[in-house]
């Protein structure tokens, strides 16, 4: 087994025997949910306050293990699953630090919740970028649309583009720490304009080709 894989299962274990040792440490109704501005709008039984993020992160991981198989193009899926397997490593740390945020709330631990979760998000995008940079033509990772799916050539020069864009994006994100009150469209601007963009670019790269 890969070694990211074993750290993975290992950190999915974590939050499981997390969940079981705070069950009874925890309110009944646990904070679950914060809106735009920071405030709690969300609760939750505690029985679900501890194990969703814990069922969601194993169901993730299992689909992410079962795509590399299913894919008519799994071969390709190979050539970059390096980046691929680190990606879900990172995706499962990203989902382990938003669910123990969670729990230090519910421990009465008050903090920005909004902005402590900027940081882990703009790392999260910056290596999508990575990952996007170097995938190859499969039906699903990357930017897939019908025109970088009818075309290898379209396929790498979009993913390529869409891969700095990420990082951009990415670093963009990191603004919303030091400008908490507008952290929320230092995300969503950006990440928005590069899927309009890349829809576009790939239209127009593929009828490019064509002529």
Same mark, same amino acid.
């Given at each position: 087994m890969?070694?990211?894989?074993?750290?993975?299962?290992?950190?999915?274990l974590?939050?499981? *025997?997390? /969940?079981?040792y705070?069950? @009874?440490?925890?309110p009944g109704? #646990? /904070?679950s949910?914060?809106?735009a501005?920071g405030?709690?709008?969300?609760? #939750? @039984?505690?029985?679900?306050?501890?194990?969703?993020?814990?069922? =969601?992160i194993?169901?993730? +991981?299992?689909? +992410?293990?079962?795509?590399?198989? *299913?894919? @008519?193009l799994?071969?390709? *899926?190979?050539?970059?699953?390096?980046?691929?397997?680190?990606?879900?490593?990172? &995706?499962? *740390? +990203? &989902?382990l630090?938003?669910?123990?945020?969670?729990?230090?709330?519910?421990?009465?631990?008050?903090?920005? &919740?909004?902005r402590?979760?900027?940081?882990?998000?703009?790392?999260?995008?910056?290596? /999508?970028?990575?990952?996007?940079?170097? /995938?190859? #033509?499969?039906?699903?990772?990357?930017?897939r649309?019908p025109?970088?799916?009818?075309?290898?050539?379209?396929?790498?020069?979009?993913?390529?583009?869409?891969?700095?864009?990420?990082?951009?994006a990415?670093?963009?994100?990191f603004?919303?720490?030091?400008? @908490?009150?507008?952290?929320?469209?230092? =995300?969503? =601007?950006?990440?928005?304009?590069?899927?309009i963009?890349a829809?576009?670019?790939? +239209?127009?790269?593929?009828?490019?080709?064509?002529?």
């Amino acid at each position: 087994m890969k070694k990211t894989n074993i750290i993975t299962i290992l950190l999915i274990l974590i939050s499981f *025997i997390s /969940a079981v040792y705070l069950y @009874p440490r925890m309110p009944g109704q #646990m /904070a679950s949910h914060w809106n735009a501005q920071g405030q709690v709008d969300g609760y #939750m @039984p505690k029985f679900w306050g501890l194990f969703l993020l814990p069922l =969601i992160i194993l169901g993730l +991981f299992l689909l +992410f293990l079962l795509i590399p198989k *299913i894919d @008519p193009l799994k071969g390709n *899926i190979k050539k970059f699953r390096r980046y691929y397997d680190l990606f879900i490593l990172f &995706m499962v *740390i +990203f &989902m382990l630090y938003i669910y123990f945020l969670i729990i230090l709330w519910n421990f009465n631990v008050l903090f920005d &919740m909004n902005r402590l979760l900027i940081p882990a998000m703009g790392l999260l995008f910056f290596y /999508a970028g990575v990952l996007t940079e170097n /995938a190859k #033509m499969n039906w699903f990772v990357g930017i897939r649309t019908p025109w970088t799916l009818s075309s290898e050539k379209v396929w790498n020069k979009t993913n390529r583009l869409g891969g700095k864009l990420f990082k951009i994006a990415a670093l963009i994100a990191f603004l919303g720490f030091f400008f @908490p009150d507008y952290s929320v469209l230092l =995300i969503m =601007i950006p990440v928005l304009s590069l899927v309009i963009f890349a829809v576009l670019y790939s +239209f127009f790269e593929y009828k490019k080709e064509k002529k």
